[in-house]
Antibody
Framework: EVQLVESGGGLVQPGGSLRLSCAASGFTFSSYWMMWVRQAPGQGLEWVANIKEDGSLKYYLDSVKGRFTISRDDAKNSLYLQIDSLRVEDTAVYYC?????????????WGQGTMVTVSS | AIQMTQSPSSLSASVGDRVTITCRASQGIRNDLGWYQQKPGKAPKLLIFAASSLKSGVPSRFSGSGSGTDFTLTISSLQPEDFATYYCLQDYNYPRTFGQGTKVEIK
């Protein structure tokens, strides 16, 4: 079964750090762009970051640049999001997403999400 | 960043109704747009990519159209399982941007 399973969320104080992980299974992880998308409580979806198949290209939402780092370990079939200098406004469910597209984004596989709560 | 504006923000409809949701981009994005459905407490699901290409396995009552700045998602005959929130997403450039969502509720 093709699936993505996130972990690593939790409650953290402002200024703290977390490392989110996403374990991929059922497909050749190294062949796909991957993405993180977040959703604040009761709010809409927000794209956070992308990483190319080989890790050579990464893109970030402006508000997370310098604080978030997306990475991958193809040997472990895993995607990561290192989140530093956390802010209250980073509170959200974070989804790991597979992009199956070439010319277009085809976000066809989503994890169940992991909740990050930033609060003192 | 390209702004994506969906309308309406919410709508009430009955089973069997034809429903149309629009998404307008603040600049031209060719046909670089997808539509996603999200039910409460669940991850989003892809319905349409490249503005009008139906993802395999998605019912044919869903269709997408448009190019440039104006796009539509149409549900030809609303079914009980279609009550959800729908989002558009532009993949023309970075940062990727979603519309604010359209909640489809039961009348």
């Amino acid at each position: 079964e093709v699936q993505l399973v996130e972990s690593g969320g939790g409650l953290v104080q402002p200024g703290g750090s977390l490392r989110l992980s996403c374990a991929a299974s059922g497909f050749t992880f190294s062949s796909y762009w991957m993405m993180w998308v977040r959703q604040a409580p009761g709010q809409g979806l927000e794209w956070v970051a992308n990483i190319k198949e080989d890790g050579s290209l990464k893109y970030y939402l402006d508000s997370v640049k310098g604080r978030f780092t997306i990475s991958r370990d193809d040997a472990k079939n895993s995607l990561y999001l290192q989140i530093d200098s956390l802010r209250v406004e980073d509170t959200a469910v974070y989804y790991c997403v597979r992009d199956s597209g070439s010319q277009y984004d085809v976000l066809d596989i989503w994890g169940q999400g992991t909740m990050v709560t930033v609060s003192s | 960043a390209i702004q994506m504006t969906q309308s309406p923000s919410s709508l009430s409809a009955s089973v069997g109704d034809r429903v149309t949701i629009t998404c307008r981009a603040s600049q031209g994005i060719r046909n670089d747009l997808g539509w996603y459905q999200q039910k409460p407490g669940k991850a989003p699901k892809l319905l349409i990519f490249a503005a009008s290409s139906l993802k395999s396995g998605v019912p044919s009552r869903f269709s997408g159209s448009g190019s440039g700045t104006d796009f539509t998602l149409t549900i030809s005959s609303l079914q009980p399982e279609d009550f959800a929130t729908y989002y558009c997403l532009q993949d023309y450039n970075y940062p990727r941007t979603f519309g604010q969502g359209t909640k489809v509720e039961i009348k």
